[in-house]
T-cell receptor, first 116, second 113 residues
Framework: DQQVKQNSPSLSVQEGRISILNCDYTNSMFDYFLWYKKYPAEGPTFLISISSIKDKNEDGRFTVFLNKSAKHLSLHIVPSQPGDSAVYFCAAKGLNYGGSQGNLIFGKGTKLSVKP | KAGVTQTPRYLIKTRGQQVTLSCSPISGHRSVSWYQQTPGQGLQFLFEYFSETQRNKGNFPGRFSGRQFSNSRSEMNVSTLELGDSALYLC????????????FGAGTRLSVL
Protein backbone atom coordinates (compact mmCIF):
# COMPACT_ATOMS: atom_id res chain seq x y z
CA ASP A 1 0.00 0.00 0.00
CA GLN A 2 1.68 3.16 -1.22
CA GLN A 3 1.36 5.95 1.30
CA VAL A 4 3.13 8.56 -0.82
CA LYS A 5 2.19 8.69 -4.47
CA GLN A 6 3.70 10.54 -7.37
CA ASN A 7 1.31 9.68 -10.16
CA SER A 8 3.30 11.22 -12.99
CA PRO A 9 6.40 9.15 -13.79
CA SER A 10 7.66 11.87 -16.12
CA LEU A 11 7.20 15.52 -17.00
CA SER A 12 8.59 17.54 -19.87
CA VAL A 13 8.77 21.34 -19.70
CA GLN A 14 10.25 24.08 -21.85
CA GLU A 15 13.11 26.12 -20.41
CA GLY A 16 11.84 29.28 -18.71
CA ARG A 17 8.38 27.88 -18.04
CA ILE A 18 6.96 26.59 -14.77
CA SER A 19 7.41 22.97 -13.69
CA ILE A 20 4.78 21.60 -11.33
CA LEU A 21 5.42 18.26 -9.67
CA ASN A 22 2.64 16.68 -7.66
CA CYS A 23 2.52 14.35 -4.69
CA ASP A 24 -0.38 12.79 -2.78
CA TYR A 25 -0.29 11.05 0.56
CA THR A 26 -2.75 8.89 2.44
CA ASN A 27 -1.52 8.88 6.03
CA SER A 28 -2.86 11.80 8.07
CA MET A 29 -0.09 11.19 10.63
CA PHE A 30 2.46 12.65 8.23
CA ASP A 31 3.33 16.16 9.28
CA TYR A 32 6.62 16.96 7.58
CA PHE A 33 7.27 16.77 3.87
CA LEU A 34 10.43 17.00 1.82
CA TRP A 35 11.44 17.13 -1.82
CA TYR A 36 14.65 15.58 -3.04
CA LYS A 37 16.29 15.78 -6.45
CA LYS A 38 18.34 12.93 -7.85
CA TYR A 39 20.77 12.90 -10.74
CA PRO A 40 21.93 9.58 -12.22
CA ALA A 41 24.78 7.93 -10.29
CA GLU A 42 24.30 10.32 -7.37
CA GLY A 43 22.35 10.13 -4.14
CA PRO A 44 19.21 12.23 -3.61
CA THR A 45 19.88 15.86 -2.74
CA PHE A 46 17.59 17.74 -0.38
CA LEU A 47 15.71 20.57 -2.07
CA ILE A 48 13.02 22.00 0.15
CA SER A 49 10.72 20.97 2.98
CA ILE A 50 7.48 22.05 4.59
CA SER A 51 5.89 21.44 7.95
CA SER A 52 2.19 20.75 8.24
CA ILE A 53 1.68 24.01 10.13
CA LYS A 54 2.43 25.88 6.91
CA ASP A 55 0.80 25.81 3.52
CA LYS A 56 3.69 27.29 1.54
CA ASN A 57 7.46 27.42 1.69
CA GLU A 58 9.64 29.23 -0.78
CA ASP A 59 13.35 29.00 -1.54
CA GLY A 60 14.54 30.85 -4.60
CA ARG A 61 13.06 29.27 -7.70
CA PHE A 62 11.47 26.46 -5.66
CA THR A 63 8.15 26.68 -3.87
CA VAL A 64 6.32 23.87 -2.13
CA PHE A 65 2.59 24.07 -1.48
CA LEU A 66 0.76 21.87 1.01
CA ASN A 67 -2.98 21.24 1.00
CA LYS A 68 -3.64 19.20 4.12
CA SER A 69 -7.35 18.73 3.55
CA ALA A 70 -6.62 17.20 0.15
CA LYS A 71 -3.47 15.42 1.39
CA HIS A 72 -1.64 16.91 -1.54
CA LEU A 73 1.57 18.78 -2.04
CA SER A 74 3.23 20.23 -5.08
CA LEU A 75 6.64 21.57 -6.01
CA HIS A 76 6.81 24.55 -8.34
CA ILE A 77 10.01 25.43 -10.16
CA VAL A 78 10.03 28.86 -11.76
CA PRO A 79 11.67 29.44 -14.14
CA SER A 80 12.71 25.93 -15.12
CA GLN A 81 16.29 25.43 -16.31
CA PRO A 82 17.91 22.54 -18.21
CA GLY A 83 20.02 21.81 -15.11
CA ASP A 84 16.80 21.03 -13.24
CA SER A 85 16.41 17.87 -15.32
CA ALA A 86 16.48 15.06 -12.76
CA VAL A 87 14.24 12.70 -10.86
CA TYR A 88 12.28 14.41 -8.08
CA PHE A 89 11.18 12.48 -5.03
CA CYS A 90 8.53 13.53 -2.60
CA ALA A 91 8.97 12.21 0.96
CA ALA A 92 6.82 12.31 4.05
CA LYS A 93 7.57 11.87 7.70
CA GLY A 94 5.57 11.64 10.89
CA LEU A 95 6.98 12.68 14.24
CA ASN A 96 5.81 9.51 15.89
CA TYR A 97 5.41 7.30 12.87
CA GLY A 98 7.38 4.07 12.90
CA GLY A 99 9.52 4.98 15.88
CA SER A 100 10.84 7.81 17.96
CA GLN A 101 11.99 9.85 15.01
CA GLY A 102 10.08 8.45 12.11
CA ASN A 103 11.58 7.34 8.84
CA LEU A 104 11.05 8.93 5.46
CA ILE A 105 8.41 7.43 3.19
CA PHE A 106 9.23 8.17 -0.43
CA GLY A 107 7.16 8.38 -3.56
CA LYS A 108 8.47 6.60 -6.65
CA GLY A 109 9.67 9.80 -8.25
CA THR A 110 8.92 11.99 -11.26
CA LYS A 111 11.50 12.41 -13.98
CA LEU A 112 11.61 16.03 -15.04
CA SER A 113 13.07 16.97 -18.41
CA VAL A 114 13.59 20.65 -19.12
CA LYS A 115 14.15 21.31 -22.80
CA PRO A 116 16.24 24.25 -24.00
CA LYS B 1 32.47 19.50 5.56
CA ALA B 2 32.68 16.10 3.88
CA GLY B 3 29.41 14.52 2.79
CA VAL B 4 28.10 11.03 3.36
CA THR B 5 30.54 8.45 2.01
CA GLN B 6 29.48 4.98 0.93
CA THR B 7 31.82 2.17 0.00
CA PRO B 8 32.12 0.36 -2.24
CA ARG B 9 30.31 2.12 -5.08
CA TYR B 10 29.71 -1.08 -7.03
CA LEU B 11 29.50 -4.73 -6.06
CA ILE B 12 28.82 -7.91 -7.96
CA LYS B 13 27.88 -11.00 -5.98
CA THR B 14 26.28 -14.35 -6.69
CA ARG B 15 23.17 -15.84 -5.15
CA GLY B 16 23.69 -17.26 -1.68
CA GLN B 17 26.66 -15.06 -0.85
CA GLN B 18 26.60 -12.34 1.75
CA VAL B 19 27.65 -8.71 1.45
CA THR B 20 28.61 -5.85 3.75
CA LEU B 21 28.17 -2.22 2.78
CA SER B 22 29.72 0.69 4.63
CA CYS B 23 28.58 4.24 5.32
CA SER B 24 30.43 7.14 6.91
CA PRO B 25 28.02 9.92 7.92
CA ILE B 26 28.61 13.65 7.92
CA SER B 27 30.77 14.63 10.87
CA GLY B 28 28.61 15.30 13.90
CA HIS B 29 25.61 13.38 12.60
CA ARG B 30 24.46 10.64 14.93
CA SER B 31 21.64 9.12 12.90
CA VAL B 32 22.23 6.86 9.92
CA SER B 33 19.40 5.45 7.82
CA TRP B 34 19.56 2.91 5.01
CA TYR B 35 17.29 2.73 1.98
CA GLN B 36 16.94 0.34 -0.94
CA GLN B 37 16.13 1.81 -4.34
CA THR B 38 14.79 -0.37 -7.12
CA PRO B 39 13.14 0.70 -10.38
CA GLY B 40 9.80 -0.81 -9.42
CA GLN B 41 9.57 0.15 -5.75
CA GLY B 42 11.39 3.46 -5.47
CA LEU B 43 13.22 4.18 -2.21
CA GLN B 44 12.25 1.90 0.63
CA PHE B 45 13.36 2.34 4.20
CA LEU B 46 15.47 -0.46 5.68
CA PHE B 47 16.49 0.74 9.14
CA GLU B 48 17.82 3.64 11.14
CA TYR B 49 20.56 3.71 13.75
CA PHE B 50 21.12 6.36 16.37
CA SER B 51 23.92 6.23 18.92
CA GLU B 52 24.70 2.58 18.08
CA THR B 53 21.08 1.48 18.58
CA GLN B 54 18.58 0.49 15.95
CA ARG B 55 15.82 3.03 16.43
CA ASN B 56 13.53 2.19 13.53
CA LYS B 57 13.07 -0.68 11.12
CA GLY B 58 11.30 -1.14 7.80
CA ASN B 59 9.57 -4.20 6.39
CA PHE B 60 12.53 -6.22 5.18
CA PRO B 61 13.40 -9.83 6.00
CA GLY B 62 15.90 -10.70 8.69
CA ARG B 63 18.56 -11.32 6.03
CA PHE B 64 19.03 -7.55 6.09
CA SER B 65 20.83 -6.32 9.17
CA GLY B 66 22.93 -3.42 10.23
CA ARG B 67 24.97 -1.91 12.97
CA GLN B 68 26.46 1.39 13.99
CA PHE B 69 29.79 2.02 15.63
CA SER B 70 30.72 4.51 18.31
CA ASN B 71 32.02 6.94 15.66
CA SER B 72 28.57 6.81 13.98
CA ARG B 73 29.87 4.88 10.97
CA SER B 74 27.40 2.23 9.94
CA GLU B 75 27.43 -1.05 8.06
CA MET B 76 24.62 -3.04 6.58
CA ASN B 77 24.80 -6.73 5.83
CA VAL B 78 22.71 -8.86 3.53
CA SER B 79 23.05 -12.60 3.93
CA THR B 80 22.03 -15.36 1.54
CA LEU B 81 21.70 -12.98 -1.38
CA GLU B 82 18.81 -13.34 -3.79
CA LEU B 83 18.46 -12.00 -7.32
CA GLY B 84 15.83 -9.57 -6.08
CA ASP B 85 18.36 -7.92 -3.78
CA SER B 86 19.95 -6.25 -6.79
CA ALA B 87 19.44 -2.57 -6.11
CA LEU B 88 21.02 0.74 -5.23
CA TYR B 89 21.55 0.92 -1.48
CA LEU B 90 21.54 4.42 -0.10
CA CYS B 91 22.73 5.64 3.23
CA UNK B 92 21.53 8.92 4.73
CA UNK B 93 22.73 10.77 7.80
CA UNK B 94 21.17 13.44 9.96
CA UNK B 95 21.90 15.09 13.28
CA UNK B 96 19.29 12.82 14.84
CA UNK B 97 16.86 15.41 16.12
CA UNK B 98 13.13 14.82 16.01
CA UNK B 99 12.59 16.50 12.70
CA UNK B 100 15.57 17.03 10.50
CA UNK B 101 16.77 16.65 6.97
CA UNK B 102 18.53 13.51 5.84
CA UNK B 103 21.59 13.84 3.63
CA PHE B 104 22.31 11.00 1.25
CA GLY B 105 25.45 9.35 -0.01
CA ALA B 106 25.92 8.36 -3.65
CA GLY B 107 24.93 4.77 -2.90
CA THR B 108 26.30 1.30 -3.48
CA ARG B 109 25.06 -0.45 -6.61
CA LEU B 110 24.70 -4.16 -5.81
CA SER B 111 24.21 -6.67 -8.60
CA VAL B 112 23.35 -10.24 -7.67
CA LEU B 113 23.95 -12.81 -10.42
Amino acid sequence: DQQVKQNSPSLSVQEGRISILNCDYTNSMFDYFLWYKKYPAEGPTFLISISSIKDKNEDGRFTVFLNKSAKHLSLHIVPSQPGDSAVYFCAAKGLNYGGSQGNLIFGKGTKLSVKP
Amino acid sequence: KAGVTQTPRYLIKTRGQQVTLSCSPISGHRSVSWYQQTPGQGLQFLFEYFSETQRNKGNFPGRFSGRQFSNSRSEMNVSTLELGDSALYLCASSPGLTVDIQYFGAGTRLSVL
